[in-house]
Nanobody, 121 residues
């Protein structure tokens, strides 16, 4: 399984934008469905978005639909999450992970360190 490293988080005002990256090592990145998850303080980790191996199928949590866009570049072994119109409730630690073939909202594999996104009002 690929090693995953998240980056791109930061502090942004409400209404602003950020783009997260998930860099994968190894040669098998293109063989996996991939996804983003987030965990806010005191809450359970939740699904944000996922994308299939070739980028033809995307799924989003209702809370981010229309504001976030997931994409991937298999040549660069990297997945992205473009986050626009950010809200305070988007504040969380964001993680990427591989996604089960049977369920595009279900992660498997080890979790990385994540990247912190903080949205101020």
């Amino acid at each position: 399984q690929a090693q995953l490293v998240e980056s791109g988080g930061g502090l942004v005002q409400a209404g602003g934008s950020l783009r997260l990256s998930c860099a994968a090592s190894g040669r098998t990145f293109s063989g996996f469905n991939m996804g983003w998850f987030r965990q806010a303080p005191g809450k359970e980790r939740e699904f944000v978005a996922s994308i299939n191996q070739i980028g033809s199928v995307r799924k989003y949590a209702d809370s981010v639909k229309g504001r976030f866009t997931i994409s991937r570049d298999n040549a660069r072994n990297t997945m992205y999450l473009q986050m626009n119109s950010l809200k305070r409730e988007d504040t969380a630690l964001y993680y990427c992970n591989t996604i089960r073939a049977s369920d595009l909202r279900s992660p498997f594999g080890s979790w990385g360190q994540g990247t912190q996104v903080t949205v101020s009002s």
